[in-house]
Antibody
Framework: QVQLQESGPGLVKSSQTLSLTCSVSGASVSSGSYHWNWIRQPAGKGLEWIGRLSTSDSPNYNPSLKGRVTITLDTSNNQFSLKVASVTAADTAVYYC?????????WGQGTPVTVSS | DIQMTQSPSSLSASVGDRVIITCRANETIGSYLNWYQQKPGKAPKVLIF???RLQSGVPSRFSGSGSGTEFSLTISSLQPEDFSTYYC?????????FGGGTKVDI
């Protein structure tokens, strides 16, 4: 069974960089058959796709984050990571990692991140 | 960006009711439309992909239809465990986008 698990600081100071990691088991991030995605959800609001990466494709990012996002793969540890630079309170959300091709079939449980001033 | 608009944003229903949720795209997306169910505090779970294909393990009371710009999710007979929020998502073009959600409650 494919499982994903997010990890990282739950509190980040404004203007700093948010960094999260997604550990994957039951599938290989280096397979190239799937994209590895980050999605976020502010409290009480809807879902926003952040970006994705695979070994067979260039990364894709949501322009709404204005170039502040970097997603990387760590094939040796079967993980992928998210960095969001220059965070503000608007980046406070639950962050999910998810596997996808044309749809997101496996998700992590989500990790809450609060941006403090 | 492709905008996805769901209606209604919320609805009240009873066990056994037939429920229909609609999702409209502001440009054609073929059949690149997926539906997710999200319960409070949990990650979304895919129900329907490619507009009408039932994901493995999802009960057959869920069905999807539509193509182009108009789509719908139907729950034929609402069960207690179906009270959740439902989201549509287009996978036709970047950036991937979701609808605003439809909360189904009693």
């Amino acid at each position: 069974q494919v499982q994903l698990q997010e990890s990282g600081p739950g509190l980040v100071k404004s203007s700093q960089t948010l960094s999260l990691t997604c550990s994957v088991s039951g599938a290989s991030v280096s397979s190239g058959s799937y994209h590895w995605n980050w999605i976020r959800q502010p409290a009480g609001k809807g879902l926003e796709w952040i970006g994705r990466l695979s070994t067979s494709d260039s990364p894709n990012y949501n322009p709404s984050l204005k170039g502040r996002v970097t997603i990387t793969l760590d094939t040796s540890n079967n993980q992928f990571s998210l960095k969001v630079a220059s965070v503000t309170a608007a980046d406070t959300a639950v962050y999910y990692c998810a596997r996808g091709r044309s749809f997101f079939d496996f998700w992590g449980q989500g990790t809450p991140v609060t941006v403090s001033s | 960006d492709i905008q996805m608009t769901q209606s209604p944003s919320s609805l009240s229903a009873s066990v056994g009711d037939r429920v229909i949720i609609t999702c409209r795209a502001n440009e054609t997306i073929g059949s690149y439309l997926n539906w997710y169910q999200q319960k409070p505090g949990k990650a979304p779970k895919v129900l329907i992909f490619a507009a009408s294909r039932l994901q493995s393990g999802v009960p057959s009371r869920f069905s999807g239809s539509g193509s182009g710009t108009e789509f719908s999710l139907t729950i034929s007979s609402l069960q207690p465990e179906d009270f959740s929020t439902y989201y549509c998502q287009q996978s036709y073009s970047m950036p991937l986008t979701f609808g605003g959600g439809t909360k189904v409650d009693i």
